[in-house]
């Protein structure tokens, strides 16, 4: 039999691997320019960075830990700190965390890019229901309960598309209203990541939704999502790099 989370172990591995060069260049690129998209750009790449980082120690522990309460849903949570934490890294709690965390960078990001004048209805109803999702995401939690799980996921993928579609729209926006072909590239590139990060976290709450269904996972939509995580963060620095906004 295969064992899933040993070919989850080196599947995120090798992710990691890949993505470590980019946190990098955009930590170099923020020292170097020194301005607050620079900044958001490097705070989003290194939030998704902890996120798949996460992911891959929840393979980690599920495939070579040997801890009876994350192997076996029957053996009961010792209610220590320990499992609190491990527990949360395990059912992907954690790893989306961080990527609550970056959408909201994201958020800011796209109002640095698009939006001269800030509308603070968006900004507080964005800000609310991100701080709905860390709650649920960290302590709306039981061991074995797919329903919270599926929730989690599901609430995640609604803030993702909160923040990206608008993004999208403004992105293509742009794209038409401008001939430099450098922006163009920029607005064409930000489209890309827009759509590739919704497509990460609807395929995400696909996977989860056969869990929750009986199946065991790493279906299809699992492997897909990190390809896609790969390319949004690609298209995201691509997108940066032919701004020039300061």
């Not at 890949?18 to 490097?42: A, D, E, M, T, Y």
């Not at 590139?189 to 995400?204: A, D, G, K």
């Amino acid at each position: 039999m295969v064992d899933y989370y040993f070919v989850g172990t080196i599947y995120e591995g090798i992710i990691i691997l890949i993505f470590i060069p980019l946190v990098g260049l955009s930590l170099n690129n923020h020292i170097k320019v020194r301005n607050k998209l620079s900044l958001l750009l490097f705070l989003i790449l290194l939030s998704y960075g902890a996120a798949i980082f996460f992911s891959w120690v929840s393979k980690v522990l599920n495939a070579f830990s040997n801890i009876g309460y994350i192997m076996d849903n029957n053996v009961p949570d010792p209610n220590t700190p320990q499992s609190w934490i491990l527990l949360r890294i395990a059912d992907f709690r954690i790893p989306y965390v961080f990527i609550i965390v970056a959408i909201f960078f994201s958020f800011s990001f796209k109002r640095k890019i698009f939006e001269k004048e800030n509308k603070q209805i968006n900004k507080y109803i964005t800000f609310g229901f991100t701080i709905f999702n860390l709650i649920f995401a960290l302590f709306i939690y039981q061991k074995g309960n797919l329903l919270f799980d599926l929730l989690t996921f599901f609430f995640v993928f609604v803030l993702m598309t909160m923040v990206y579609l608008p993004f999208l729209l403004s992105a293509i926006k742009a794209y038409k209203s401008t001939d430099h072909p450098g922006f163009r590239k920029s607005f064409l590139s930000l489209s890309i990541m827009s759509i590739s990060y919704i497509s990460v976290l609807l395929c995400f709450l696909i996977d989860r939704i056969y869990i929750f269904l009986g199946d065991f996972g790493f279906t299809i939509f699992y492997f897909l999502s990190w390809v896609l995580v790969l390319i949004g963060i690609i298209s995201t620095y691509y997108g940066y790099l032919k701004l020039d906004v300061k």
